[in-house]
C-alpha cells in the first residue's frame, strides 16, 4: 500500500468525522444533504460486501466497518436525531436520475458479470455522483457553512490522491482499473465545480 492511498483513506476519514462533529455539535443538519448521505452509505454497503469473503488486512477490515458505521450514523443523524432541522425543502434532487443509470450501467460494464462485481461496480459508479445531491442544494441555496465546505474540501482532497494512488500503482505495479479511474476522474471534475461555486457563491 502506498503513501497516496493512505493519505487518500485519512482525507476521506476525516472529511466524514468533520461531518459528524458538526452535526453533534451544532445539534443541526442545517446545509446537509441527506440525499447524499444516502447514496455514500448505498456506495459503502454495496462496495463491502466482500467482507464477508475476502480478509485482505487488519487495516483493510477496520476502515471498511469505520467507513460503514459513520454512514449510517450519519443517516440516522440527518433523519431521525436532529430531522426537525433537515433541510428536506432544498434537499430536492432525485435521485433516481442518478441510481438508473449507474445501475443499467454496472450491469453494462463490469469486470465480470457476478453479483459481488456488479455491485462493487455498482458503488465505483455511483460514488464518482453521490456527491451531486449535496452540490445541488448548495448551488440552489446559494450558500454553504464553513464546516460543510471543509467537509467537501477533505472529501476532494480524496478522490485527487486516489488519481495519485492510481498513477503510482500504474508506474510501480503496472495496475490499471479503468472502471475506478474513469469514475475516479469524473467524481473529481464535480469537486471542481464545488470549488467554483464556492469561490463565485
Keep these: 500500500m502506498n503513501i497516496f492511498r493512505i493519505l487518500g483513506d485519512v482525507s476521506h476519514l476525516l472529511a466524514i468525522i468533520i461531518l459528524l462533529l458538526k452535526i453533534v455539535k451544532s445539534k443541526s443538519c442545517a446545509g446537509i444533504s441527506g440525499k447524499s448521505q444516502i447514496l455514500f452509505a448505498l456506495v459503502f ?10 480478509f485482505i488486512s487488519v487495516y483493510n477490515t477496520v476502515m471498511k466497518v469505520i467507513f460503514l458505521i459513520c454512514a449510517y450514523v450519519t443517516v440516522y443523524m440527518i433523519y431521525v436525531k436532529f430531522r426537525k432541522t433537515f433541510d428536506s425543502e432544498n434537499d430536492s434532487f432525485r435521485l433516481e436520475f442518478l441510481l438508473v443509470p449507474v445501475t443499467g450501467l454496472s450491469f453494462l460494464e463490469n469486470h465480470s458479470f457476478t453479483p459481488l462485481e456488479i455491485l462493487w461496480t455498482f458503488s465505483i459508479y455511483l460514488e464518482s455522483v453521490a456527491i451531486l445531491p449535496q452540490l445541488f442544494m448548495i448551488s440552489k441555496t446559494g450558500e454553504a457553512e464553513t464546516i460543510t465546505t471543509h467537509y467537501l474540501f477533505f472529501l476532494g482532497l480524496y478522490r485527487a490522491l486516489y488519481i495519485a494512488n492510481w498513477v503510482w500503482r500504474y508506474h510501480t505495479e503496472n495496475f490499471y482499473d479503468q472502471i475506478a479511474v474513469v469514475s475516479g ?15 463565485t457563491k
Excluded: E
Design 45 to 54: 454497503t454495496t462496495r463491502y460486501l466482500d467482507l464477508f469473503t475476502n
Design 185 to 199: 476522474v469524473v467524481q473529481t471534475i464535480f469537486y471542481c465545480d464545488f470549488f467554483y461555486l464556492y469561490v
